[in-house]
């Protein structure tokens, strides 16, 4: 039951309220120890493995897991000159995602069936 991950995060700094970073990771679960497919609800499985939420059998998905993840945080408070106080922590963040998921003789695959997505986002933080 040997599963693993390991992430680096780098940042620059292009501005004083601008900064550029990537994010890669390596999630490998080889024997489908640590991930499991939709089907398998935890929260609605008692102690004998019995699911609640119907009668679908647990489907385990081995499988190394790969994401890079390119990104923005923009802190619009610095440039605007905006003097109330909640406002200046502001961070606007757009992100650029790449997954694959490499499967393991499994029939069960994410990203609707395929082996990888791109995803793009967009969110803001206030730290309070």
Known sequence: MEWYSINTHLTYNLLSDLSIGIRAERFTDRVGWRVFSPYRILSATNNRGISYAGNIPAISAPADYY???LGMNW????RL???WKPM???NVRPNIRYDRADGIGVAFRPFDGKKDQFLF???ATIPF
């Open 67 to 69: 994401a890079i993840t």
């Open 75 to 78: 802190k619009p408070a610095k």
């Open 81 to 83: 000159k905006v003097d």
């Open 88 to 90: 200046q922590k502001l």
């Open 121 to 123: 986002s967009l969110d």
